[in-house]
């Protein structure tokens, strides 16, 4: 059944991701993403996933919403921008990627994503559900589709025409009807492979996904053991993530800078140079990367991601 007056709830719910400082905000009908199911499988078959295993215990949840939040009935998908030119300043030092600059993205979204849902139940009592951001069986990036946000590039992550692919994915499911965006069903890479012909290592497959166990950020971050011998001259300074294949995309071009002030790199961190990171303690990985993403990888494997690059 179809809440009354739910138009007008739609417009109130972007209203408010807006004012929370979302980018990008659509709204998707729930349902099982079944065209989706075979590419994934084949995928994962492939072992393409590497050691991320949890993509394989939850197949099923991932490609429907109602396995997650009974009765589902909508999507909201939210796009934050994290894009930083607040750079690494010091030649020759090893490399972290843009998305791990700041506070944990984790941290910075979920409150923005509680407080949304909560909005939704101060106008709609009734409703029942749950926030996502990369923490549970979610896909994602189909989501972003669905929701209007933009296409899936050539490397598998999702491009908005407006601000390109710098940004974070956070996702409402509830359980009453909304009004829908039209999913972006179109392809507006056209015939551009920079990305995959930019791509150090390979890892980037013709059919919007990533072999991971090629892929710089799954070996510096996910993958708990060294980084394989004969990936060591590819990684290019980089220790924490890779941002290559968002680097050349044309659509990054115009990228406006995040207003998300916990994204920014902190000018302890983009003045080190190579002795800092080099003589890098225990201690000092704690308090400067305590609170961010990079404080996930412990710090005998974040060292020892610094030691390779100077293989």
Same mark, same amino acid.
């Given at each position: 059944?179809?809440?009354?007056?739910?138009?007008?709830l739609?417009?109130?719910?972007?209203?408010?991701?807006y004012?929370?400082?979302? $980018?990008? /905000?659509?709204?998707a009908?729930?349902?099982?993403?079944?065209?989706?199911?075979?590419?994934f @499988?084949?995928?994962?078959?492939?072992?393409?996933?590497?050691?991320?295993?949890?993509?394989?215990?939850?197949?099923?949840?991932?490609?429907?919403?109602?396995?997650?939040?009974?009765?589902?009935?909508s999507?909201?998908?939210t796009?934050?921008?994290?894009?930083? !030119?607040?750079?690494?300043? !010091?030649?020759?030092?090893?490399?972290i990627s843009?998305?791990?600059?700041?506070k944990?993205?984790?941290?910075?979204?979920?409150?923005?994503?509680?407080?949304?849902?909560?909005?939704?139940?101060?106008r709609?009592?009734?409703?029942?559900?749950? +926030?996502?951001?990369?923490?549970a069986?979610?896909?994602?990036?189909?989501?972003?589709?669905?929701?209007?946000?933009?296409?899936q590039?050539?490397?598998?992550?999702?491009?908005?025409p407006?601000?390109?692919?710098?940004?974070?994915?956070g996702?409402?499911?509830?359980?009453?009807?909304?009004?829908?965006?039209?999913?972006?069903?179109?392809?507006?890479c056209?015939?551009?492979?920079?990305?995959?012909?930019? /791509?150090?290592?390979?890892?980037?497959? =013709?059919?919007?996904?990533?072999?991971?166990?090629?892929?710089?950020? =799954?070996?510096?971050?996910?993958?708990?053991a060294?980084?394989?011998s004969?990936?060591?001259?590819?990684l290019? !300074? @980089?220790?924490?993530?890779?941002?290559?294949?968002?680097?050349?995309?044309?659509?990054?071009?115009?990228?406006?800078?995040?207003?998300?002030?916990?994204?920014?790199?902190?000018?302890?961190?983009?003045?080190? =140079?190579?002795? $800092?990171?080099?003589?890098?303690?225990?201690?000092?990985?704690?308090?400067?990367?305590?609170?961010?993403?990079?404080?996930?990888?412990?710090?005998?494997?974040?060292?020892?991601?610094? +030691?390779?690059?100077?293989?």
């Open positions: 059944m179809v809440t009354p007056g739910f138009d007008q739609s417009v109130e719910i972007k209203e408010k991701a004012k929370l400082g979302f $980018d990008l /905000c659509g709204i009908k729930a349902r099982v993403l079944n065209e989706r199911t075979p590419v @499988r084949q995928w994962i078959a492939a072992g393409m996933h590497d050691e991320m295993d949890f993509l394989v215990r939850n197949t099923e949840k991932r490609l429907d919403p109602s396995s997650l939040v009974p009765g589902a009935k999507v909201i998908v796009g934050l921008n994290y894009y930083s !030119k607040n750079l690494q300043r !010091k030649e020759g030092v090893p490399v843009r998305y791990s600059y700041g944990d993205y984790h941290d910075v979204i979920k409150p923005k994503l509680t407080e949304l849902l909560d909005y939704i139940k101060t709609e009592p009734s409703v029942e559900g749950r +926030i996502f951001c990369d923490s069986p979610v896909h994602e990036k189909a989501w972003a589709v669905e929701a209007g946000l933009g296409w590039g050539r490397h598998s992550v999702v491009i908005n407006e601000i390109g692919s710098f940004f974070f994915i996702i409402v499911i509830v359980d009453t009807e909304l009004d829908y965006d039209y999913p972006f069903r179109k392809d507006l056209g015939n551009c492979t920079v990305c995959i012909d930019e /791509c150090p290592t390979g890892a980037i497959n =013709n059919n919007r996904t990533i072999d991971a166990r090629k892929c710089i950020a =799954n070996l510096t971050i996910e993958n708990k060294s980084v394989p004969e990936y060591l001259p590819k290019g !300074k @980089r220790i924490y993530g890779c941002d290559r294949c968002q680097e050349v995309c044309p659509w990054n071009k115009n990228t406006g800078e995040s207003v998300i002030r916990e994204f920014r790199l902190p000018d302890e961190i983009a003045e080190m =140079n190579l002795s $800092d990171w080099m003589e890098l303690t225990e201690e000092k990985f704690t308090q400067l990367f305590a609170g961010s993403a990079i404080y996930r990888k412990r710090y005998e494997q974040f060292k020892e991601n610094i +030691i390779n690059i100077l293989k």
